[in-house]
């Protein structure tokens, strides 16, 4: 399978300026651990998920997304293999990859729960 027969389409995104309360309170609304940040042209510049909101708080440091999110974020192509996204997320001990288009638009996201969904599935 590719990722885009795999990946989760709604995915909620929020921009670098708001504050950590405000991406905290569109996680527990939207029930994703990962948020995607994108720029005005909804491109993806980082990622901030509930731990980087724990360090934030731990840090005091609540006011804007920009010092506290991942910037250097690994991505997948819709079209990549799933084995792919399965090798990237054990590389980097991380649990979601956004999946992006070549404009760096958000088209989705891949989670390992997508992936335990898939296997649970059976061949
Ligand atoms: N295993 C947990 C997880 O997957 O979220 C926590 C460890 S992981 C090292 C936590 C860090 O990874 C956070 O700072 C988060 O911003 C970052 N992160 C999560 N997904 C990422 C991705 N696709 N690319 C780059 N960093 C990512």
């Known amino acids: 399978p590719l990722v885009k027969d795999i ?13 950590v309360d405000d991406a905290a309170r569109t996680i527990i609304k939207d029930r994703f651990n990962h948020l995607p940040v994108v720029d005005d042209e909804k491109r993806l510049i980082g990622i901030i998920t509930a731990w980087d909101v724990s360090k934030a708080v731990a840090l ?3 006011d ?9 974020v690994v991505t997948v192509g ?7 996204a ?10 979601a990859l956004p999946v992006i288009d070549h404009d760096r638009k958000v088209l989705g996201i891949v989670t ?12």
């Open 86 to 95: 399965v090798r990237l997320l054990e590389k980097h001990n991380i649990s």
């Open 60 to 62: 005091s440091k609540r």
């Open 7 to 19: 990946m989760v389409k709604k995915v909620a995104t929020t921009r670098a300026g708001v504050s």
């Open 112 to 123: 390992a729960e997508c992936l335990s969904k898939l296997l649970a599935r059976g061949p």
């Open 64 to 72: 804007s997304l920009d010092m506290v999110m991942t910037k250097n």
């Open 78 to 84: 819709p079209d990549d293999p799933v084995d792919l």
